[in-house]
T-cell receptor
Framework: QKEVEQNSGPLSVPEGAIASLNCTYS??????FFWYRQYSGKSPELIMS????GDKEDGRFTAQLNKASQYVSLLIRDSQPSDSATYLC????????????FGQGTILTVHP | EAGVVQSPRYKIIEKKQPVAFWCNPI?????LYWYRQNLGQGPELLIR????????DSQLPKDRFSAERLKGVDSTLKIQPAELGDSAVYLC?????????????FGEGSRLTVL
């Protein structure tokens, strides 16, 4: 089993819709979870971090963490074409102490 | 504040040739990472430095890859000899936290093509 698995893509949503990105992880010792966005040809940039069970909202972005189910998700409300990118989930802690382990990424396309 | 600086941005070499990548992290960031990203995949850690010490190099192919971080600032990643499978983007990142994880700041990457 891969350490981090993201829902298969690519994901295409219309402008204004909610985009839902999901990630499951295998290490129960994982403590910290992150969502990075990577535009084509660019480097990853952090958009959300979450450490506790529940939801964390930041503008149009909501991260959700369920440690019991080993599941983390990212919701993007009112999706915009500028949100089109690859979204990488990552985790730290447990066997990944001191580093970030990334999923393979989900390509999101928001079409007008 | 200047971000993470990497060079070269692009490099095309023939197999069996050597290549080196350079990284200058954000000032004050003690933790430096080298990741490799293959097309369509997430970044994979090659090596992590805390100051000048390599604290995690378990994923570094040591038969052909080497890295150094002199004086705990700049870092160089070398491949010798390069193989076709080494074609990828090599990303350098730095962070302020000595515990790692958290927010990593990435450079623009060095795209390597091995012919």
């Amino acid at each position: 089993q891969k350490e981090v698995e993201q829902n298969s893509g690519p994901l295409s949503v219309p402008e204004g819709a909610i985009a839902s990105l999901n990630c499951t992880y295998s290490d129960r010792g994982s403590q910290s979870f992150f969502w990075y966005r990577q535009y084509s040809g660019k480097s990853p940039e952090l958009i959300m971090s979450i450490y506790s069970n529940g939801d964390k909202e930041d503008g149009r972005f909501t991260a959700q963490l369920n440690k019991a189910s080993q599941y983390v998700s990212l919701l993007i409300r009112d999706s915009q074409p500028s949100d089109s990118a690859t979204y990488l989930c990552a985790w730290a802690g447990g066997t990944s102490y001191g580093k970030l382990t990334f999923g393979q990424g989900t390509i999101l396309t928001v079409h007008p | 504040e200047a971000g993470v600086v990497q060079s070269p941005r692009y490099k095309i070499i023939e197999k069996k040739q050597p290549v080196a990548f350079w990284c200058n992290p954000i000032s004050g960031h003690n933790t430096l990472y080298w990741y490799r990203q293959n097309l369509g995949q997430g970044p994979e850690l090659l090596i992590r430095y805390e100051n000048e010490e390599a604290v995690d190099d378990s994923q570094l192919p040591k038969d052909r890859f080497s890295a150094e971080r002199l004086k705990g600032v700049d870092s160089t990643l070398k491949i010798q000899p390069a193989e076709l499978g080494d074609s990828a983007v090599y990303l350098c990142a730095s962070s302020a936290s000595f515990r790692g994880g958290g927010e990593l700041f990435f450079g623009e990457g060095s795209r390597l093509t091995v012919l």
